[in-house]
């Protein structure tokens, strides 16, 4: 989950609106992100949200020029980031391209989620169904060129 001051960030260190921003959708956290993004509209970024799915397509297709992960704390050799960021770092170093890790003021071990998995609002898994999605991925250092 982007920072509050990411925006600012873009804009001072990539000035250009030549390019789009690709999201990586944030379940459960959707309603946070979408207040999060309005930031980057406001400034003039086309910002697409995307699911997991189609960020490794994205990646495997060249279609970003570099990755950014948000960690909430660095631990060891590694940086404690949103669930789901491993993952990415992976996918980011397998294509080659670069990963780089910006910290961020979202805590995801304060912040109340819903019991019912979703996405865009619709639950995803029917009534009964357990759901799982790991709130923090523990990110190790090797797969990250640049910390800002």
């Not at 997991?52 to 397509?57: C, R, S």
């Not at 491993?86 to 391209?97: F, H, K, Y």
Request: glycine fraction near 10%; charge should be negative.
């Amino acid at each position: 989950m982007p920072g509050r001051d990411f925006a600012g960030f873009l804009e001072e260190h990539y000035p250009s609106r030549g390019w789009g921003l690709l999201c990586a959708e944030s379940r459960p956290h959707e309603i946070e992100l979408g207040s999060r993004l309005e930031a980057f509209t406001a400034r003039g970024y086309t910002t697409t949200v995307i699911t997991d799915n189609m960020v490794g397509l994205c990646l495997s297709k060249k279609k970003a020029a570099g990755v950014f992960l948000f960690n909430q704390r660095m631990v060891d050799d590694g940086a404690l980031c949103q669930g789901g960021s491993l993952l990415i770092a992976v996918l980011a170093q397998e294509c080659g391209i670069s990963c780089n890790l910006y910290p961020t003021d979202f805590d995801l071990e304060k912040v109340e989620i819903s019991c019912n998995l979703g996405f865009a609002g619709d639950p995803i898994a029917p009534k009964g169904v357990k759901s799982y999605v790991p709130r923090i991925d523990r990110v190790p250092m090797h797969y990250i060129a640049k910390v800002w």
